[in-house]
Nanobody, 124 residues
Framework: QVQLVESGGGSVQAGGSLRLSCAAS????????VAWFRQAPGKEREGVAT????????LYADSVKGRFFISQEYAKNTVYLQMNTLIPEDTAMYYC?????????????????WGQGTQVTVSS
């Protein structure tokens, strides 16, 4: 069973940075796609970025290109989301998700495994 635990959220002023971490277990030895999604109150869940574990391949939403960067530390089964130049519109609950069969997708319904989320709040 794949388990995902997010950390690193918090409150920051506009223009600041945060790094989110997603510690995964249960999929060692298999190739998965691990993605970050976010959901603000009253809005649909939005795919932010995804990365293929153990290999090349990333995809970003247009809204975060050039500001957010997804990376992995394969030996620790951890995926990171470095968020720079944060704006108030980035305020949301951020979720980590994993899927084995999807390739480079930011569609939430294609990811069967989800973490509990970590809150990011950006003030102006």
């Amino acid at each position: 069973q794949v388990q995902l635990v997010e950390s690193g959220g918090g409150s920051v002023q506009a223009g600041g940075s945060l790094r989110l971490s997603c510690a995964a277990s249960g999929y060692t030895g298999s190739s998965y796609w691990v993605a970050w999604f976010r959901q603000a109150p009253g809005k649909e869940r939005e795919g932010v970025a995804t990365i293929r574990t153990g290999g090349a391949g990333t995809l970003y939403a247009d809204s975060v290109k050039g500001r957010f960067f997804i990376s992995q530390e394969y030996a620790k089964n951890t995926v990171y989301l470095q968020m720079n130049t944060l704006i108030p519109e980035d305020t949301a609950m951020y979720y980590c998700a994993a899927a084995r069969t999807v390739i480079g997708s930011l569609r939430a319904y294609e990811y069967p495994y989800w973490g509990q989320g970590t809150q990011v709040t950006v003030s102006s």
